[in-house]
């Protein structure tokens, strides 16, 4: 019996009472205008996402982070107009949302030569009769803002979810760029919660968890207008959901043929070792103990500054939530003119400390 299922089992018989009273509710689910930083972890093939059950501990507390991300839900009311017309409408309840954010799901096309760019792909998603669902996509196809509407709405999961939750349910939805190409997605999710305990982080906080494992298989299809010919493929997806009281999942785990392709959870860093610095490299040691932003929120226009003590010379990289790099410099001070509001990540070069920098009118 190897430790996890010793202690998981230990665990249980103390605690199994509390632990049967893990309940995801409509006050757990995502919130609207509400920010949530994620860690991505390295991806490890070896990682046994598969063990669960009741009382269990998942110790992934010695996961490595690799860079931070953070995941934006933003309220219906901030959707763009084109958008809003079909997910913000009275008169079409059917697909109104209560908010969007980044969506995962959504196979990667570029190796297969598409002549379009795809890229902001958002999920639209409402609590309904009970259900969490997703009722639609909004992407940027080419520089075009595109909305779809599921032709099947997706149900995720019930709410309230608990411990005996299970559900399957059917999904399809259409990608139509004009004279261009015709994507078709038909889907089944087969949903259940397959263990309740106690998740470990690697920033050293642990959550009571419902473990949710969905899988979902695909059957797509492309149609390429321009060569007059198209194809179809099959795809399974795994998603491992760790539900709590965290908004978002505290961690989740995504696989494509068995193969993890996301791995994050909800939180920060983990705290610094200490290190013996007398061998370390004066400008090194400086910037990981004094990596700050202030003013933070800044206003745009305003100078933010990066480190304590004058005269660090460092270099840094402020990146886009998109990914996309928004400014390179070094030293001291970062000079927001010209950056449009909104939230950045620096990363510094040296230490590799990323933090996250909002810029507000």
């Known amino acids: 019996m190897n430790q996890n299922m010793l202690m998981s089992l230990c665990c249980w018989a103390i605690f199994g009472g509390a632990w049967a009273q893990v309940t995801v509710s409509e006050g757990d689910l ?16 070896l990682l046994n996402v598969e063990e669960s059950g009741p009382g269990w501990v998942w110790d992934f507390s010695e996961l490595v982070p690799t860079d931070s991300a953070v995941v934006q839900v933003q309220p219906i009311s901030a959707a763009s107009f084109t958008t809003g017309l079909l997910f913000n409408s009275p008169w079409n309840p059917t697909y109104q949302a209560d908010h969007f954010y980044p969506f995962l799901n959504l196979p990667d096309l ?185 003013p933070n929120p800044a206003q745009q226009g305003s100078r933010v500054r990066l480190f304590e003590g004058n005269g660090l010379e460092s270099t840094w990289t402020l990146h886009a939530l998109t990914g996309e790099v928004a400014l390179r410099g070094r030293g001291a001070w970062i000079d927001t003119h010209g950056l449009p509001q909104g939230v950045y990540l620096l990363r510094e070069d040296v230490s590799g400390q990323t933090h996250r920098l909002v810029i507000q009118r």
């Open 30 to 45: 995502p919130q609207g205008g509400t920010d949530y930083t994620f860690q991505n972890v390295t991806l490890d093939p």
């Open 110 to 294: 570029s190796d297969v030569g598409l002549p379009v760019n795809i890229e902001n792909v958002f999920g639209y998603h409402q609590l309904d009769n009970g259900m969490y669902t997703q009722v639609g996509l909004g992407m940027t196809v080419s520089g075009f803002e595109i909305p779809v509407t599921f032709d099947d709405v997706d149900e995720v999961h019930p709410v309230p979810l608990t411990a005996s939750s299970t559900h399957n349910s059917t999904a399809a939805y259409t990608v139509q760029v004009p004279q261009t190409l015709t994507y078709v997605v038909d889907q089944e999710r087969e949903a259940h919660v397959d263990g309740y305990g106690t998740l470990l982080l690697p920033d050293g906080t642990s959550h009571d968890v419902l473990r949710l494992k969905s899988t979902i298989l695909s059957d797509d299809s492309v149609y390429l207008e321009a060569l007059g010919q198209g194809f179809a493929f099959q795809r399974e997806t795994v998603m491992y959901s760790w539900l709590g009281d965290g908004g978002m999942p505290w961690m989740e785990v995504m696989t494509t043929l068995g193969i993890p392709s996301v791995m994050r959870y909800q939180g920060t860093i983990p705290p610094a070792e200490p290190v013996d610095t007398t061998e370390t490299n004066e400008v090194l040691d400086r910037v990981t103990r004094g990596l700050r932003l202030y």
